[in-house]
């Protein structure tokens, strides 16, 4: 039994259409990124270019990519058994791979883990699911209060109705926006943002 304020809430969640997200964001490509069997997704970033990368771990090997422009820049179909998914390391970390190689990224996913749900300027990531099984990624600029209509505070930027929700977050920057499922990764990214001193 739910109480009628939970009610209320469920049902501003179920009436929210999915929509873009706000200004500063950006969808990177403007599809989803197929990836057959994903396990789980984490970051690093490129030594030269200083880009955000997102590594992918799936049934299929690793991949990565430059979470600016969605380009696959490495893959390996093959990796080492002892190391394929992050649950044989402590840290649930998957070596790196291309110009990451040699440095361990750790990986959320189905095998646990999490990535950043706010941003260090207030950006918060919430993943609500109004009707279970199928969850919905909520991002917002005031704290995750989700407060007024949606495309006020609060934006319903993802619906996973028809692949299981891997996870969803931030890059450690707070750039880069991620939702991984099992079928799929769909990315935004966003300037630097200015900080005062």
Known sequence: MITE??????????AAPVMAAPTPWRSVQDRRIPIGGLLGIGFAVHPVTGHELVMVVSHNGHGLFDAVTGEKIARDHDPDTATSTPDAHPDLACPGLGPVAGT?????????????RTTPDGWTLDVVSPDWPHDRVILSADGGAHQGPPGGTW??????NYSELR???FSPSGCTMAVATSSDLTLWTRPTPHTED
């Open 5 to 14: 304020y939970q009610q209320r809430i469920r049902e501003r969640y179920l």
């Open 167 to 169: 996870t969803a977050g």
């Open 155 to 160: 934006w319903h930027v993802f619906h996973s």
């Open 104 to 116: 361990p990224v750790r990986i959320s996913g189905l095998f646990g883990g999490g990535l950043h």
